[in-house]
């Protein structure tokens, strides 16, 4: 199952909270599709996952939103 993000206009460290709130509630394997504005999430989040034993699956960076790819583990 996947579950929606959006952080856009957040600043750090709200993403990676925000984040943290909703991997609690999900199941493990599922996923969950960040949408953000904050380029340092392209940082903070995989730092965040490493630390906690999720996995980011995707990264992809467009003109005015990042989307970032985690899977629960």
Request: glycine fraction near 6%.
């Amino acid at each position: 199952m996947q579950t929606n993000l959006d952080v856009k206009r957040l600043l750090c460290p709200m993403p990676v909270i925000r984040l943290g709130e909703v991997i609690k509630k999900i199941d493990i394997g599922d996923t969950i599709q960040i949408i953000a504005t904050d380029p340092g999430v392209l940082h903070d989040i995989p730092a965040w996952c490493k630390v906690h034993g999720h996995k980011v699956l995707a990264c992809d960076e467009k003109t005015n939103e990042i989307i970032l790819m985690v899977e629960k583990i």
